[in-house]
């Protein structure tokens, strides 16, 4: 108890005192059983411990058919070259996770993982240890629920966590890494831990769950008949791998069919290039032409190159984001085996005749962001606490900038050698690049055909296509529902075939949609907007208002990367008699955004927004993302769906008002937040819902006609400190929703609700001075 109060204390400044803290009265509910952990401590109580990976003490694996496991085990270990994909096959295991302060008991899947023999080894005494691929199906670690163990030569041991680490605190997606004892069936061996790229990675840097997608491995390593190594380097292109968000919707399915095109088309890009380009990929293609992306991919490569991490820049090992607010991708590390950080040897360099988009100022900005760096809060921050120190850590990051300069000066060099207009030039191959791919496929597999996917139909939810023969040209019509998207791009084929005996299906580069956007910039670029068509924008800059006014049921308008320091924002719509009705809101509209109005990225200070909304269309009338600052005043008067809705953010609201939402009226998830007066009517579930690990401090809090007054769940801390509810069903929800998270603690100071009840989850408190 006295851990969370001080988790309280040091977030939102609590006056409190455990003496006159009592346990809120409340009617118990039972956690989640199918998502939650079984622990033998209340998870509320821990928050901040066990979202670290250095407060594991060690984590055992018990797999149930240890007989059939270690069958397996010999079978892929004696086999032929690498590890064959039919031996990565999963076993039922129970997992034990060890704290000092408490276990956690898991139901999981587990799995050999690697491509090559060198994450399977040979212990004293002829017993085997191994890297493994785990799915917890319940619980988490970390908060996140898909993870590998590795043995650490596969990774070059520390350097990887250290990496990983840098590459979180400089704003790139890496995953959390720790190193860890494991015991599987009894059997102890250092390991590191790492989280896999799925959606709690993104979401614990702030970005939204959207498509991710990965180098095609499925053609190498001997995975696909009877093909060597790299005999099909040439067609082994990319695919999803969270097809699940792909088929969860239309809109879902359309945007990473649109994101799978021009990754596609990047990819044949470079084959027509290999061999002699072993790294390089489009970054105008990646990037969607933003400048801001394109310096994001510079330096993330130059920092790998300069890491001794270019293994994680060869096309087949790459992890990619789409990031829908920019309608581009982002990197997402992976294996990239970090050789030594430190040290000025650069043992493989970029070929700089496949980087027409870098610049000399990309070299600068990376210097800068790592001087820019507080080392000591550095190591404070790291997951593992046993491997850096300020002396180690100054070596790294000296070394890191020494090996960047010398980079800039190859390029300098390289620069002068060559024309510069030639170099400005974009040298990646376009218009005959899909003709080599196909005469790749003729020759190396005949017998495979090349879907194109010409249109969709929102109405119908399908998308129509033609499947043509690459041996015979000859083609016909096919129409895929929505549900069957992402499963097609994750698995590239049409029908069930988990033994490669049917035809593979190459998705071509044809689906991009090309939405009539328009595109906005105010106050020297200071703001920056992208609309739908329809929307209109106005910007009166001497009194500093930003006035949008929808005309169609489906028009959005996103700020985005800009400064709005003292604006005021004016939101409406109009009414619409041609709106389809759906008794069902779209959770994304066709840009992958949920809010009419959103903002991303952005820093906000005396914000003022105001918006009056009609419009029918959006999961969220106001949406704030990945944004900071202040906001004076925000009202909204009549949502259909969510009134507010602010995702990873840290924000201060001085006054909030919203009425008539047809779902909750305000949402706030994984940031700190300090609301001090909120007035919150006819909200059709929640007045308030807080949640994914967030921090929330509110001052006055008014609540009329809901059906629960506040909600706070899946690791939150709330304070309420003054709160007033009317005809609430519901005055207090405390619980765990999501598997990743874990209890939540409300602590509420002055109440008056007219309801009694009151709920929590067996892994979650609500704490009051006056009960």
């Known amino acids: 108890m006295l851990k969370v109060l001080n988790l309280l204390q040091g977030k939102i400044n609590l006056p409190l005192s455990y003496k006159n803290l009592l346990l809120f009265l409340a009617i118990p509910q039972l956690a989640y059983s199918s998502i939650s952990a079984e622990c033998n401590f209340n998870t509320s109580e821990y928050l901040a411990e066990l979202s670290q990976l250095k407060e594991i003490q060690k984590i055992n694996i018990n797999i149930i058919d240890h007989k059939k496991w270690t069958k397996n085990l010999m079978k892929a270990t004696f086999g032929k070259g690498p590890i064959h994909q039919k031996y990565k096959k999963r076993f039922n295991a129970d997992i034990t996770t060890y704290y000092s302060f408490g276990q956690c008991k898991h139901k999981a899947k587990v799995r050999l993982h690697g491509d090559w023999k060198d994450h399977i080894d040979f212990l004293e005494g002829g017993k085997f240890t191994q890297s493994l691929d785990v799915s917890l199906q319940s619980g988490s670690i970390a908060n996140f629920v898909k993870f590998k163990l590795l043995l650490p030569k596969t990774r070059n041991g520390s350097a990887e966590i250290i990496l990983t680490h840098l590459l979180r605190y400089l704003d790139f997606l890496a995953p959390k890494n720790s190193f860890v004892d494991v015991y599987v069936n009894g059997q102890i061996s250092p390991m590191i831990i790492q989280e896999k790229a799925e959606k709690e990675l993104l979401e ?64 044949i890009n470079f084959a027509a290039q290999a061999p002699e380009n072993n790294f390089a990929l489009d970054w105008g293609l990646l990037s969607n032409g933003n400048n801001k992306l394109i310096s994001k991919w510079a330096k993330y490569e130059i920092l790998l190159f300069a890491a001794q991490a270019s293994h994680g820049l060869i096309p087949h090992n790459r992890k990619f984001y789409f990031n829908s607010f920019y309608s581009a991708f982002e990197p997402v590390y992976y294996d990239g085996s970090p050789r030594s950080l430190v040290g000025e040897w650069i043992r493989i360099r970029p070929d700089f005749k496949y980087y027409p988009f870098l610049r000399e100022d990309h070299f600068d900005e990376l210097i800068n962001d790592l001087s820019a760096i507080d080392q000591d809060h550095f190591i404070s921050l790291m997951q593992e606490d046993k491997i850096l120190d300020g002396k180690s850590t100054a070596k790294i990051f000296n070394d890191l900038s020494v090996k960047i300069l010398i980079l800039k000066k190859e390029f300098l060099e390289y620069s002068k050698r060559t024309n510069i207009e030639k170099i400005t030039q974009n040298i990646f191959p376009d218009s005959n690049s899909f003709t080599i791919f196909r005469k790749n496929l003729k020759e190396l597999l005949p017998e495979s055909f090349i879907l194109d996917i010409i249109n969709s139909d929102n109405s119908t939810g399908l998308f129509q296509a033609e499947l043509c023969s690459i041996k015979s040209d000859s083609c016909k019509k096919k129409t895929l529902h929505f549900s069957d998207l992402g499963t097609l791009l994750e698995k590239k084929f049409l029908d069930q075939d988990n033994h490669n005996l049917l035809p593979r299906v190459f998705i071509a580069p044809s689906f991009i949609e090309n939405d009539q956007d328009h595109n906005y910039y105010f106050f020297n670029k200071n703001i920056s907007i992208e609309s739908s068509a329809s929307t209109a924008i106005l910007f009166d800059s001497k009194n500093k208002v930003l006035d949008i006014s929808f005309s169609n049921y489906d028009d959005w308008a996103l700020i985005f990367d800009s400064n709005l320091m003292d604006i005021e924002l004016k939101v409406s719509s109009g009414s619409y008699d041609n709106m389809p009705f759906s008794s069902n809101n779209k959770r994304l509209n066709s840009r992958g955004l949920t809010g009419c109005l959103s903002i991303y990225n952005s820093s906000l200070d005396k914000t003022k927004i105001s918006v009056i909304d009609q419009n029918k269309s959006c999961e969220d009338t106001v949406n704030i993302v990945k944004s900071s600052g202040n906001i004076s005043e925000l009202r909204i008067l009549e949502s259909i769906s969510d009134g507010l809705d602010v995702d990873f953010s840290n924000l201060s609201i001085d006054f909030l008002e919203v009425q008539n939402a047809g779902n909750d009226c305000s949402d706030f998830s994984g940031g700190e937040y300090i609301i001090y007066t909120a007035i919150l009517l006819n909200c059709g579930d929640k007045g308030i819902s807080i949640g994914e690990q967030s921090v929330v401090s509110i001052e006055d809090l008014k609540i009329k006609n809901s059906y629960i007054g506040i909600a706070s769940k899946d690791s939150s801390v709330s304070s309420v400190q003054s709160h007033i509810f009317f005809n609430v069903d519901v005055c207090m929800d405390v619980y765990q929703k999501k598997q990743e998270f874990f209890g939540s603690l409300l602590y509420i100071n002055k109440s008056s609700c007219e309801s009694t009840k009151l709920r929590q989850d067996s892994n979650s408190l609500i704490l009051s001075h006056e009960f």
């Open 204 to 267: 614990s840097m702030g970005a939204r769950e959207g498509p991710l997608f990965e180098g095609d491995e499925s053609y190498l390593f001997q995975n696909f008949q009877n093909f060597n190594h790299y005999d099909l380097i040439n067609i082994a292109l990319s695919k999803m791998t969270n097809s699940d968000w792909a088929n969860s919707s239309y809109e879902s399915a359309k945007i990473s069919l649109t994101a799978f095109s021009i990754l596609q088309k990047t990819y």
